[in-house]
């Protein structure tokens, strides 16, 4: 297995990813040179595996996200991918982005593509960072337009990757100075797209982790989950450290979780990323494509 062996060159923990349950020694990601060795949390004695115990099983199941074609049991801690509770499983592969074009703005869901290829939709508060994560993950400056004034994807923007699917951004949501009816539009639109869009392999749902939970991102997070459409969390802007008293963002992250963790039966992916740094970006391009593999196998 290729792929997983890729893996197995990091020395992750597993216990690393594991916020909830455990009191671990925290060492703040700014102190990680390299990003692929960044971890939540550090427990140097950490090093078993879930084979030898059923109780591991269990916590695994709890919160890690085990994709198909993986059983708990089965799972080593090299699976997990670094930032990450994403365990990697056998759909993993050809993640790597070769060609992107962009392809249409649509203003209504039903202008979408109509070419049936899966797709990610990027959903996010205005601002998060969904157009700049799109540039690092296509390592492209200006695929999709960015700005520092919220608002600035207003459309729906369909970017075909390698010919074979596609990268949807989305215009932001809740920004402060819109009226309650272009809030309104946003809400009647966007939730058409996700109700009727049967290729949608999963939204990625942007959390600014430089900043505490946001209640509107927490109403989202729940009305997707409500209406069962798949969620992978990205956790944006992981490398703004904001001085004084502000919490560093695996703080934040920690909190978000406490706060869905009633929500969700099964713990949804997430992952730590920077537009900046580059930090998760790898990672996320294999997560996304062992959904996209397990998609188009199904
Ligand atoms: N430090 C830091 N800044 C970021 C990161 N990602 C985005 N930004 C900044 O955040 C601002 C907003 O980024 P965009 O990518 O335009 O945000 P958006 O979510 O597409 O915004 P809308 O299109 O208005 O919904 C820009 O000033 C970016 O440079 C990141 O990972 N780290
Ligand atoms: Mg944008």
């Given at each position: 297995m290729q792929v997983i062996s890729k893996w197995r060159l990091f020395n992750f923990h597993l216990f690393s990813v594991v916020p909830q349950f455990t009191k671990l020694p925290q060492i703040p990601i700014s102190q990680y040179p390299n990003p692929k060795k960044t971890h939540l949390y550090i427990n140097a004695s950490a090093s078993r595996t879930f084979k030898s115990s059923s109780e591991a099983s269990i916590l695994a199941k709890k919160v890690l996200f085990i994709p198909p074609g993986v059983e708990p049991e089965d799972i080593t801690e090299d699976m997990i991918l670094p930032g990450s509770n994403i365990v990697v499983g056998p759909y993993a592969g050809d993640a790597k982005i070769k060609e992107v074009d962009f392809v249409k703005s649509s203003n209504k869901p039903k202008d979408c593509p109509k070419d049936e290829l899966p797709e990610f939709a990027m959903l996010g508060r205005s601002n998060v960072g969904k157009s700049s994560l799109i540039n690092s993950l296509v390592k492209k400056k200006e695929v999709a337009l960015t700005s520092k004034k919220p608002g600035k994807t207003q459309l729906i923007n369909h970017f075909l990757v390698n010919k074979s699917w596609y990268i949807v951004d989305l215009p932001g949501y809740g920004f402060a100075n819109a009226s309650e009816a272009a809030r309104m539009d946003w809400s009647s639109f966007t939730k058409g797209y996700f109700l009727n869009?049967?290729?949608?392999?999963?939204?990625?749902?942007?959390?600014?982790?430089?900043?505490?939970?946001q209640k509107i991102d927490l109403d989202c997070a729940n009305w997707l989950g409500r209406n069962k459409i798949p969620i992978t969390f990205v956790f944006t802007k992981c490398d703004k450290m904001k001085g004084g008293k502000a919490k560093r963002p695996d703080q934040n992250i920690r909190d978000f979780h406490e706060l869905i963790r009633e929500n969700y039966k099964h713990q949804p992916p997430w992952i730590m990323t920077s537009s900046v740094s580059g930090l998760g970006r790898d990672e996320l391009l294999l997560h996304m494509s062992q959904l996209r593999n397990y998609w188009n196998n199904e």
């Open positions: 869009r049967d290729t949608l392999v999963s939204v990625l749902l942007l959390i600014d982790a430089s900043v505490p939970p």
